[in-house]
C-alpha cells in the first residue's frame, strides 16, 4: 500500500505566540489557520507546510539548528529577501558562500525566539571536504567564509558550538 502524504508537519515551542505570529505572518506571508491560548496553526500551501507554535517556557536556545527552504535560483533568493524587508524583517545575506560542503547564495531572518530560517539555492553541490583550518574544526571554506559568524550550519564548530 503506498501512503500518500499531505505535507509535512513542524511544530516549534515559541515563548509567546502573539508576538511569534507576527513575525510568521510576515515570514510566510498569510494569517494563521487556527489560533488559540498558547497555540497557532499556519497551513502554508507554497512550500506545503503544516507549521505549528507552541507557547513552552526554554531556555536561551534549544536544540533546533536552523529551519530553511530551498528555492530554484538566486532570483528566488532575492525576491523573497525582499518580501522580507517589505514586511520589515532584518535579513542577514550570504552569497557565494561555501556551506555544507555546496556553494549557496542565500538570506536569513531571526524569529523571535532566535529561531533562524534561511532561503537559499544551492549553486554548486558535494564540494570536496578539506582540511581544517588551523585552531579550528571546520574545512578550509567554511572556516573562511564564516570565521566567527554564526552562519547557520548544522557543522557545529560553525555555530559557536
Not at 35 to 45: C, I, Q
Request: aromatic share 8%; hydrophobic share 35%; glycine share 6%.
Amino acid at each position: 500500500m503506498e501512503v500518500h502524504f499531505l505535507k509535512p508537519h513542524l511544530a516549534i515551542n515559541v515563548r509567546d505566540v502573539p508576538t511569534s505570529i507576527d513575525f510568521y505572518r510576515n515570514l510566510f506571508g498569510l494569517e494563521p489557520a487556527k489560533v488559540r491560548t498558547g497555540y497557532a496553526k499556519f497551513d502554508v500551501s507554497n512550500p506545503p507546510l503544516n507549521f505549528t507554535l507552541n507557547q513552552h517556557a526554554f531556555g536561551e536556545s534549544g536544540a533546533l539548528s536552523h529551519l530553511g527552504f530551498q528555492v530554484s535560483s538566486t532570483e528566488d533568493v532575492v525576491a523573497v529577501r525582499q518580501q522580507w524587508h517589505e514586511c520589515g524583517l532584518v535579513t542577514r545575506d550570504e552569497m557565494q558562500t561555501n556551506c555544507c560542503y555546496a556553494t549557496q547564495d542565500k538570506t536569513w531572518v531571526k524569529d523571535p525566539d532566535g529561531n533562524e530560517w534561511e532561503v537559499f539555492v544551492v549553486l554548486q553541490d558535494n564540494l570536496p571536504e578539506q582540511a581544517a583550518v588551523a585552531g579550528t574544526s571546520l574545512p578550509n571554506d567554511h572556516a573562511t567564509v564564516h570565521a566567527g559568524a554564526s552562519c547557520g550550519c548544522d557543522i557545529p564548530a560553525a555555530r559557536g558550538a
